[in-house]
Structures are given as structure tokens and as C-alpha cells.
């Protein structure tokens, strides 16, 4: 691993792999950009398109976990069996970039430790088009049943007015006809030069909140499969100097379930002063409570998974 400025930077990067373990590719990269914007370091274009795959990746497989999840609740197990299965797919592949399923070790401030060779981008390419033929059979099998749609449709509902009051970030608010999304407001790296359009949706209820986890999962293919292919020449790694004194910088990151924020501020010596993490869940849960209000005790594990938040992400 390349040597690191500081043992606070060096300790710094490990810890925010562990901030929320099923984001580790969204809370590190939002900490290297911190801390790379701290030291005037830009990576280089092949290790913000190899971070953008890995995020992607990343999201495809907890929205395939998230949907499978959903059918369980319903007690339509079919296809809680298959995305629960496919969402190991995408596991494996982050395993197959960094030896780590959850992508650990992958993304360092100056860039990423492990590349992506032509032959592993054709494998990778491979592999997600006969992925993507399988996610089009599974969710038309769970979006085209009557049963399931009857149990997702009206249940837990979050108001566009009442998500913009509480601030809703990622699907939660996607789903309630809020046009926020960090890689579309504020496209940073790879997201300037390769757009993926939001998601949205209406209704704001489960039905809503799992619609837009289906499109986010078909645009997260185009993507990949566009990018795979023809990723930028040069190095994955630059190292980067020292961190400047006296200085704040701020990172916003899309995770799977919504906008990361990192913001840092420096000592006179270099070293972090203030550290602070907003996890997507921060925001979210007052929106889980709003959505299982005066519904069915029932209804309450279908609201509780169709919102999908972090424990230890909101606990920061």
C-alpha cells in the first residue's frame, strides 16, 4: 500500500471504510476527496472512473438486496430467493477488483489501490449483461404481481411537501418527486462527463421507493457497460503531499442510499482539527417515522425495509 502523509491521514482512511460497512466505497471515496482536496491532490481520470464503477457496483448490489428483501416482506419468495442471490453477484465482482466483497482497501486519498485491466473489464462487461437479463426477468416477476403491488401500493407514504420539510436525500426522496442527486447537482470526477438521470417518482409509498431502486439498477448498467469498456489511460495512484493547515474542505458523495457528506478542518500542524460525517440516514429516518404513521403494525417491516437505513450511519 503507498506510504500515506500521517498517521491521523493513514488511521483516517481504514476508519472510513467502517462508517457504515455496506457503503465503504461511498464513505472512503467521500473521505479521500476530503482529504485529497486538503492537500491540493487530483487523481487521475482513470481512478475517479475506476471509483465511479466500484460505486455503482456498490449500489446495484444493496438495491438487489433491498428488492429481495421487499418481496420477503410481502411473502413473495421468489424473487426474495433471486435478488437475494444476485446481490451476491455484485459482491463478488467488487471481490474480484479488491479481494474485499465490500470493496475494503480499494480507494486511497491520491487514488485507488487496484486496477481495472482490459481483460477484467470484459469479464465485468460479460457478466453484467447476463446479470441485467436476469434482473429484467426478477422484477417484472415482483412489479407485475397483484398481490405484491396490492401490499406495496398507498402503504407508508412520505408526501413530496413533508420530504422537502425534512430534507429526504437519495430514493427515500427520489420517491417523493424530489430532484436531488449529488452525482446530477454537483458532478465532481467522472459524474461531469458521464450523466446518469435521476430517478424519480410520484407517489412517495413503498411502491414508489422500490420503483425508483429498479430504474437506479437499469441506469447503474448503462453506466458500467458504457464505461467499462473505454476507461481513461494513466496511473490509479499519485501521492499526495501534505494536508494544509487551517483549511475546511467538503465532499459530497451519492451513495446507494443517498447524499454523503464529509467535511474536514485542519490544525496549524497539517493534521485534522474537526471531522464530521452525514450519512444519508440522518436525514431519512424522520422520514420512516412519518411514513408508519397510522399504518398497520403489519405494514411496518415493508415501510422499515423500503427505507433501508443505517444503525451506525445515523449514530455518528
Not at 483516517?12 to 471515496?29: A, F, N
Not at 429498479?214 to 489511460?233: G, M, N, T, Y
Not at 501521492?239 to 496549524?268: F, K, S, Y
Request: proline content about 5%; aromatic content about 10%.
Amino acid at each position: 500500500e503507498p506510504l500515506m502523509q500521517g498517521a491521523d491521514l493513514k488511521r483516517s482512511v481504514l476508519l472510513s471504510e467502517w462508517i457504515s460497512g455496506d457503503t465503504t466505497i461511498g464513505h472512503s471515496s467521500a473521505f479521500c476527496e476530503v482529504a485529497e482536496s486538503l492537500a491540493g491532490c487530483m487523481i487521475s481520470p482513470r481512478a475517479q472512473a475506476i471509483r465511479a464503477v466500484a460505486l455503482e457496483l456498490e449500489r446495484l448490489a444493496n438495491h438487489m438486496g433491498d428488492l429481495g428483501a421487499l418481496g420477503m416482506d410481502t411473502g413473495f419468495l421468489p424473487t426474495s430467493a433471486y435478488f437475494g442471490r444476485m446481490r451476491g453477484d455484485y459482491l463478488n465482482l467488487l471481490q474480484a477488483l479488491t479481494g474485499n466483497r465490500f470493496g475494503k482497501g480499494l480507494c486511497r486519498p491520491g487514488g485507488v489501490l487496484f486496477d481495472i485491466d482490459p481483460d477484467l473489464a470484459k469479464d465485468f462487461c460479460r457478466k453484467l449483461e447476463q446479470y441485467r437479463k436476469e434482473f429484467d426477468y426478477t422484477s417484472d416477476l415482483l412489479f407485475t404481481r397483484a398481490s405484491v403491488l396490492a401490499r406495496f401500493e398507498g402503504a407508508g407514504t412520505v408526501s413530496p411537501r413533508n420530504a422537502k420539510k425534512i430534507g429526504l436525500v437519495g430514493p427515500a426522496g427520489r420517491a417523493s418527486q424530489l430532484e436531488r442527486d449529488v452525482r446530477i447537482n454537483y458532478s465532481s470526477g467522472m459524474w461531469q462527463f458521464h450523466h446518469i438521470p435521476i430517478s424519480l417518482a410520484a407517489t412517495g409509498d413503498v411502491y414508489a421507493r422500490a420503483l425508483v431502486r429498479r430504474q437506479e439498477i437499469s441506469r447503474s448498467f448503462e453506466f458500467l457497460l458504457r464505461v467499462l469498456p473505454s476507461l481513461p489511460k494513466g496511473e490509479i495512484f499519485t501521492q499526495p503531499g501534505p494536508m494544509r493547515p487551517d483549511t475546511l474542505a467538503l465532499a459530497l458523495v451519492e451513495g446507494w442510499r443517498g447524499e454523503i457528506a464529509h467535511v474536514g478542518i485542519t490544525d496549524a500542524e497539517g493534521g485534522f482539527a474537526r471531522y464530521k460525517i452525514k450519512d444519508p440516514s440522518f436525514h431519512n429516518w424522520f422520514g420512516l417515522s412519518l411514513a408508519v404513521r397510522n399504518q398497520e403494525i403489519s405494514d411496518f417491516p415493508l415501510c422499515n425495509k423500503s427505507f433501508n437505513l443505517s444503525y451506525c450511519g445515523h449514530d455518528l
